[in-house]
């Protein structure tokens, strides 16, 4: 199975600053014939689902504010926001969907400093 | 708007058995992978199982194979789990959720999701 590895656990950050959350898989994610990274990044905030924030490692999903991007290759990647707002605290999951199980990280809490 | 709505969760004694349901709304559910997801308390996320938009492949998780049952009823819009041999471990949040790309675009299974439903909770508990 493919083990993805977040970090950190949780970080804490002043309002305007910037978050930045990373993800390690430990098998390549990038599939040859398209070139395209299949992770995905997702928030989940208290009491609901996740929601996809960002897939092929740096797309954005339909409505998701600029200042989430997600960026890395291969086996590495990262998820930004830069500039943290209020509404951002939640637990944030990486995933890969290059193999099943699709697998996902164990998640990273973002709290205000 | 598209929607996903579970239903069938409750409380179980181990050995039980228990069918999820999940209606979809606001999208055409026959042109699209689903799966399972789930959230014991407190924990992270755990996909299930997958099954294609024509019922023609179904993976599974390995702790639930030969006990779970995912399947689809497209002329009704919905999604089933039927799991059976319940155990104290299988205690979580079942979420069913919708994969991005229409007809397996992206390939069998290889899915993100885009939609999900709030969830429904299964507690298998002597």
């Known amino acids: 199975d493919f083990v993805m590895t977040q970090s950190p656990d949780s970080l804490a950050v002043s309002l305007g600053e910037r978050a930045t959350i990373n993800c390690k898989s430990s098998?390549?994610?990038?599939?040859?014939?398209?070139?395209?990274?299949?992770l995905a990044w997702y928030q989940q905030k208290p009491g609901q689902p996740p929601k996809l924030l960002i897939y092929?490692?740096?797309t954005r999903d339909s409505g998701v504010p600029d200042r989430f991007s997600g960026s890395g290759s291969g086996t590495d990647f990262t998820l930004t926001i830069s500039s943290l707002q209020a509404e951002d605290v939640a637990v944030y999951y990486c995933?890969?969907?290059?193999?099943?199980?699709?697998?996902f990280g164990g998640g990273t809490k973002v709290e205000i400093k | 708007q598209v929607q996903l709505v579970e239903s069938g969760g409750g409380v179980v004694q181990p050995g039980g058995s228990l069918r999820l349901s999940c209606a979809a709304s606001?999208?055409?559910?026959?042109?699209?992978?689903m799966h399972w997801v789930r959230q014991a308390p407190g924990k992270g996320l755990e996909w299930v199982a997958f099954?294609?938009?024509?019922?023609?492949?179904?993976y599974y998780t390995d702790s639930v194979k030969g006990r779970f049952t995912v399947s689809r009823d497209n002329s009704k819009d919905t999604l089933y789990l039927q799991m059976n041999s319940l155990r104290t471990e299988d205690t979580a949040v079942y979420y069913c959720?919708?994969?991005?790309?229409?007809?397996?675009?992206?390939?069998?299974?290889?899915?993100?999701?885009?939609?999900w439903g709030q969830g429904t909770m299964v507690t298998v508990s002597s």
């Open positions: 959720a919708k994969g991005v790309a229409m007809f397996s675009a992206w390939g069998i299974s290889h899915d993100a999701f885009d939609v």
């Open positions: 098998q390549n994610v990038l599939y040859s014939s398209n070139n395209k990274n299949f």
């Open positions: 606001g999208f055409t559910f026959g042109s699209y992978d």
């Open positions: 092929w490692a740096s």
């Open positions: 099954i294609r938009y024509d019922e023609s492949y179904k």
């Open positions: 995933q890969q969907y290059y193999t099943t199980p699709l697998t």
